[in-house]
């Protein structure tokens, strides 16, 4: 079997869906990768706490402790790449990141979005689906350009709404989706079964969702 590719996962809060990739790498023998790091902006991050608890090392930038955003931005980035990952993972990281970061994984870069993009960008996608009114909204995973939640979309699943739906109603069952669709992407990029044709992901195999 080929070495397991090495991936970095950054959070910014709670990290359910590290804890997803966490329990599919450790369930699933032919996974074909292993979370070698899991970094944050927030010191004080639940994700940090996981990773942690699974003997996985750490680190967290601050924006706050550095002058601007671009010196955060590469702080961040060497910070990860010292732990030399083939695949980097946006689990709920709720800060914008450019070519400063980038360009240093380029198409190896994957983000979950609670929603069907391209409705709802931005970090607040389920408040403003059940604002809207919509009926069916869901998730999405992609990989990250310099766009906010742009990039080449490699799986998504819809999620109806409920008439009695509230925000954490919906994002829960929205969650619950990620936690599936999330680690089957990665695992996917993982195995180098991923060819990006422009906007368009294609597997040799079935998509993933
Ligand atoms: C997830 O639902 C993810 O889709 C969303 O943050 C949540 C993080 O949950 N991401 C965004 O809104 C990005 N625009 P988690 O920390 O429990 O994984």
Do not use: K
């Amino acid at each position: 079997m080929s070495t397991p590719a090495r991936i970095a996962v950054l959070v910014s809060g709670s990290g359910t869906n590290l804890q997803a990739l966490l329990d599919a790498v450790a369930a699933q023998d032919d996974f074909g990768g292993e979370v070698v790091l899991v970094a944050s902006d927030r010191p004080g991050a639940t994700g940090l706490d996981r990773a942690r608890a699974a003997g996985i090392a750490t680190e967290s930038r601050a924006l706050d402790d550095h002058p601007d955003r671009q010196s955060w931005e590469t702080a961040l980035a060497d910070a990860v790449a010292a732990h030399r990952p083939d695949v980097v993972v946006l689990a709920g990281f709720m800060r914008l990141l450019t070519t400063t970061f980038l360009s240093r994984w380029p198409d190896r870069v994957v983000n979950v979005h609670p929603s069907l993009l391209p409705a709802f960008r931005g970090a607040h996608a389920v408040d403003d689906a059940l604002a809207y009114g919509v009926t069916v909204t869901g998730c999405t995973v992609h990989l990250v350009d310099e766009l906010v939640d742009h990039g080449p979309i490699i799986a998504q699943e819809a999620v109806r709404v409920a008439p009695d739906d509230d925000v954490d109603s919906l994002h829960a069952r929205i969650q619950a989706v990620e936690h599936r669709l999330l680690p089957a992407c990665v695992g996917a990029l993982c195995r180098d079964e991923l060819v990006v044709d422009g906007r368009h992901v294609r597997t040799p195999s079935a998509r993933p969702g």
